[in-house]
Structure formats: C-alpha cells, structure tokens
C-alpha cells in the first residue's frame, strides 16, 4: 500500500485501475451494468491502495440533497440567468446546488463532474461540457446527467439546447438583407467547434459557412480564446487586415463584446463594421451597447434541465431531448 488509506481519493483508484471514476463508483455502489473484468480491476486497485469510501460517503450514496451544476466558466453572463432558473426550480425541492466551475473550458470539464461525483450529489445538471461523448455516456450510467447546450442524442442523459440553426439563420438573414457581403465569424477555438462535439458553436460555426456558401460569398473565421479581452486582441488584428469586413457575426456575446471594443479602439463605429452577438446577455441590452443577438432564453433552458433532473431523480429512465426556440433581437450595433 502506497498511500495512506485516509488521503486515496476515488479518482486514485480511477488512475490506478485505468477506468473513469464514474466505473468506480459503480463497483465500489454494487451497481447493475458493470462487467466482472472491469470489477475485478477495480477491486484490485482498492485493495492495493487501501481506499476505502468514508461512512458518510456511504451514508449520502443515494440519498444525496445535492444537486450538482457543472459551468465552463463563471465568466460568461450567459450563464448567471441558467443557473438562477436552476436554483428557482430546485428551490421548490428538497435539494440544494453545488456549483463546480471550470478554470480552462477546454481542459477541465472532466474534472468538474468527477469533483461532482466525488462530493456525492444525487445528480448533475453539465452546461456545454467540452467532453467526449463516450464519457458522457459511461458517467450517466452512475450518475443522473442533464447536458444544457450541446446537441448530443443519446438513451443515457437528457438534452435541452437552443436552436442554433434557426438562430444562425436569423443572423446571417438580417445581414444579408443590410446589404453585407464581407461577414466575418469570431468563434472559438477548432476542439470546441468541432462538428462531431454538437457544442453551440459547433452548430454556429456550421451555420455560417452553409449561408455563406449558398449566397456565393467567402466565409472568413477567426478563432479567440473564450474571454472579452482574447476576443479584443483577434478583433484588432482581424479589423485591421486587408479587405476589411463590413460585419462580424461573433460567437457568443462575451466575444463580440470585445469586437465592439476592437472597433472603436481603431476609430471606427457599428456603421463601418456591424457586429452582432449571441445569447443576449443583460448588457447587449444596455443603451449605450445596444448589441444586435440573437435570445436563446437561459432563464427556459436552466429551467427545464432542473426540471428534467429531478424528474429523472423521480424514477424517470426515458431520454428526452428538447430544443428551445430563439429569436434575434435588432439594435444598434447593425443599424
């Protein structure tokens, strides 16, 4: 034994045994769908670490009164209206919500569910986890899984999603009626925009080129970092080249935030570069921002996935897949 028996973490045993922690929880639960080789590897790495589940983790294992809610970043004010809703419904249960936040989007969605699974919580709601599928897949067979944002059709966890065609299309529709040609897409980066990931900007992404292409046009993408400031630095650079587009169709509004910022930073107004954002976050509204995006109603997807949650914590097995309407609300960024 290697470790001391009091300091080995689930997550130890998962490294150890080379299987996911959500696998390990089920052996270490007794649970129905685990193979007797995955078993026996488990156990063996138990044995050999000495990890032995805490009497209140075993206690809790169950009949947990947390719930769990997995965000990429606390960043984003896309995400405050999501996770009010969320904490309205679950309000009205017997359940509280955990919070587990990702520093890298890209990197550490993994690591926040598992730090979920590790606290013990009875379910989790996953907003947009930048996380391969067949993980998502084998953690809902241990744990009840909401994915929020992500298109992914699947028999283990549920899906509530914005319709990002229909909103794409809205977008690229209101800039081809003011007579723009040179449209630029500010997304993230290629894993996030990956077409087999089903992400929002995935979905975006594919939008724009499928409208560019059918109108005959160039599409032109430029990739950021997820931040108001990354977005800023490729704006300036991108405003800057050669042939300038006469609007920028950005991601999300975090990022077409920092194209507004690019374009006045060069002297230039929303009549020189129009910009237009996505998710309608309380600030496009602002008088002095007045960003053109397209409302995806966080308040309806937060909250449906806890509605979802708690129906599947219910005894509900059945998969549900829903998708949330949206609408592009005008202003002045593309006047």
Do not use: C
Not at 137 to 153: K, Q, S
Not at 176 to 190: P, Q, V
């Amino acid at each position: 034994m290697s470790t001391p028996s009091s300091r080995v973490t689930l997550r130890d045993v998962a490294r150890a045994s080379g299987v996911s922690p959500a696998a390990v929880s089920k052996v270490v639960r007794g649970a129905y769908g685990v193979s007797e080789q995955m078993r026996q590897r488990v156990n063996a790495a138990i044995e050999e670490l000495g990890y032995r589940p805490s009497i209140a983790a075993r206690a809790m294992r169950g009949s947990s009164s947390t719930i769990g809610v997995e965000l990429a970043s606390l960043g984003n004010p896309f995400f405050a209206p999501v996770l009010d809703a969320v904490m309205s419904v679950v309000d009205d249960s017997r359940y509280q919500v955990m919070v587990a936040p990702s520093q890298s989007p890209e990197r550490e969605g993994q690591r926040s569910l598992e730090t979920l699974s590790d606290h013990n919580v009875a379910g989790v709601i996953a907003v947009s986890p930048v996380i391969d599928q067949a993980w998502l897949e084998e953690y809902a067979r241990a744990m009840p899984l909401v994915i929020l944002g992500r298109d992914l059709a699947s028999d283990a966890f549920d899906v509530v999603s914005g319709d990002d065609a229909d909103g794409t299309r809205q977008v690229m529709a209101h800039l081809f009626e003011r007579g723009h040609r040179r449209i630029a897409h500010l997304t993230r980066s290629e894993q996030v925009t990956d077409p087999a990931s089903g992400s929002p900007h995935a979905r975006r992404l594919a939008g724009y080129l499928r409208a560019m292409d059918v109108a005959g046009l160039e599409a032109r993408v430029s990739r950021s970092g997820p931040r108001e400031e990354d977005a800023f630095a490729v704006g300036v650079d991108l405003l800057r080249g050669g042939e300038r587009p006469t609007a920028v169709f950005a991601a999300n509004d975090a990022l077409a935030f920092g194209m507004l910022r690019a374009v006045d930073h060069l002297g230039l107004t929303t009549r020189d570069v129009a910009v237009v954002g996505y998710d309608d976050v309380p600030l496009a509204r602002q008088p002095g921002v007045s960003l053109t995006s397209v409302n995806q109603n966080g308040e309806q997807m937060g909250r449906r996935a806890a509605e979802l949650l708690l129906s599947r914590l219910d005894g509900r097995t059945d998969p549900v897949r829903e998708v949330v309407p949206v609408r592009l609300e005008a202003r002045g960024s593309t006047a």
